[in-house]
């Protein structure tokens, strides 16, 4: 069983900046880390992964150059840190883990991918 808690999520203008936390029990079980979102009425939208033992990473075209996953295996958690936000990037952000050693690529950044979820952090951008 993985447990998952996020942090650091609040209020930011548009052009700040953030930095999520999630910290993982069992983190050595994890394969691959996940960190989606979801706004209010929106679907939910996978927006970076991280594959734990190669440090790979992949994003949505909606961060890519704006935001970066990073993780620390000693500290058991993973990062994003989000630059130049806008008011779309508002959303509960979740993080979540998989343990099986594979997974489609095209399934990477799905969220029903994911076995263990967060209870997600707020994240809201004002212009």
């Known amino acids: 069983q993985v447990h998952l808690v996020e942090s650091g999520g609040g209020s930011v203008q548009a052009g700040g900046s953030l930095t999520l936390s999630c910290a993982v029990s069992?983190?050595?079980?994890?394969?691959?880390m996940l960190w989606f979102r979801q706004a209010p009425g929106k679907e939910r939208e996978g927006v970076a992964v991280i594959i734990t033992g190669s440090g790979t990473t992949k994003y949505a075209d909606s961060v890519t150059g704006r935001f970066t996953l990073s993780q620390d295996g000693a500290k058991n958690t993973i990062y994003l840190q989000m630059n130049s936000l806008k008011p779309d990037d508002t959303a509960i952000y979740y993080c979540?883990?998989?343990?099986?050693?594979?997974?489609?690529?095209?399934?990477?950044?799905?969220?029903?991918?994911?076995?263990?979820w967060g209870q997600g952090t707020q994240v809201t951008v004002s212009s």
């Open positions: 979540a883990a998989r343990t099986a050693q594979t997974v489609a690529t095209r399934l990477l950044l799905s969220p029903n991918a994911y076995t263990y």
């Open positions: 069992e983190y050595t079980s994890t394969k691959f």
